[in-house]
């Protein structure tokens, strides 16, 4: 599958190389290009824009941290959905609000595109050891599409039809779903 990542830092990275070692065409963008030269040399593609990123891919991943830069990367003059296919999935894993998570959906929406917000939950050791739980929305058809890609980065899969809000109430809900790892269930 063809995956982009949109934003390349430290956990970013560890995911995204997961994703090369399993096979997946890779390309990448982050606004300081030396972020993305370890995964060029593993065989990923570096581009100019976040809407070259959306053309070439059938997902792209974002993690940013702040609903300013996301709503910039998103939707600016070259961001994600000016790129993004009707037919590929946007899935958003940074710490953003509320608001900015309701704005995407209605925002890709009225484009057309499809987009999932997803919780990571887990940290480097996590990433790289492919064992970050991952709390996600989505429909089946969706999901269908993304498990292969989600089982490459975590052990742990659910999912809802709602978007969860990391600033207020999300951490306090994907915790009370998770609870406990022995609790949960393998995907």
Known sequence: MNVGFVGVGAMEQLMAERLLAAGHRLVVYDCVSARTENLVA??????????????EVDVVFSMMADDVTLEDMIFGEDGIATGLS??????????ISCPQARRLREG????????????????????KAGELSILATGVNDVWVRLMPLLKCLGVVMFRTDDYFCRADQGWERASSTVGSRKEIQRA
Do not use: K, N
């Open 42 to 55: 593993r065989g990923a593609t570096f581009v100019e824009t976040p809407a070259s990123v959306a053309w």
């Open 86 to 95: 009707p037919r590929a999935i946007h899935v958003s894993c940074g710490t």
């Open 108 to 127: 890709h929406g009225q484009c057309g595109q499809t987009y999932v917000d997803a919780i990571i939950l887990g940290g480097p050791a996590e990433a």
